[in-house]
């Protein structure tokens, strides 16, 4: 099994993996826990670990006993703003190095200047809404590091994005994961989540599609951008 295929499994069956690791290893389902969203949310090579499902399901087995939901809560919470700060970090300080490149594999110049557009239009509830985004949850930070925004106000708006975030689906997931619909069903919900989080990111890719198609000329703004 590659590493893909695992990941792929581990997401869509991140119950049992939990369920064995708590049983196997105790109090360091918590580590494993922060470690898993600190690099989903802080290393802008791994935005394809879990992020929703996992605090869905990880509030679903505290439910059941397995886990403090209030520790959980707080280890999730920290991971999240830390994991945000290090992407941000990460942007300042190379991000432009990256996109300097012109060979750039991964990122795309009209990358950056699109996310600086959203940037000056929506200004730093950006990084909030971000929260709810698979992949963009990872990019925005490191964006927001590459155009210098001011850390501190970047960091009241991570504070208040992983506090929505984390305790939306967290305690979602203790109120309701107990339930004998939602635990028989968990992989269901759990893909429903998944389901739910991308559309927003599928409907502005569909929209920016439309809009290249109908404004050909669309690249002569990027100049706009990067002034």
């Not at 569909?206 to 002034?227: C, D, G, L, Q, V």
């Amino acid at each position: 099994m590659t590493i893909f295929n695992l990941l792929v499994d581990f997401a869509l069956n991140a119950d049992k993996y939990l369920n064995l690791f708590l049983q196997t290893y105790g109090i360091l389902t918590y580590v494993l826990l922060f470690v898993i969203i600190f690099c989903e949310t802080g290393l802008v090579v791994t935005p394809f670990l879990p992020g929703d499902s996992l605090l869905f399901v990880a509030g679903a087995l505290a439910s059941q006993g397995g886990l403090n939901v209030l520790l959980l809560w707080v280890v999730l919470f920290a991971a999240a703003v830390l994991g945000d700060s290090m992407n941000y970090t990460i942007g300042h300080f190379t991000g432009r190095k990256v996109f300097n490149k012109d060979q750039a594999k991964f990122f795309k110049k009209e990358y950056l200047y699109k996310t600086q557009a959203f940037f000056e239009k929506h200004g730093g509830k950006t990084i909030v809404l971000a929260r709810f985004m698979p992949v963009i949850r990872t990019f925005a930070p490191f964006v927001a590091g590459i155009g210098k925004m001011e850390y501190f106000r970047f960091l009241a708006y991570n504070v208040l994005g992983a506090f929505i975030w984390v305790s939306l689906l967290v305690f979602s997931g203790y109120f309701f994961g107990n339930l004998p619909i939602v635990k028989d069903n968990l992989l269901i919900f759990a893909l429903i989540i998944i389901f739910s989080s991308v559309i927003p990111g599928l409907y502005a890719y569909i929209r920016n599609k439309i809009r290249k198609f109908m404004h050909p000329n669309w690249k002569r703004y990027a100049s706009e951008y990067t002034a």
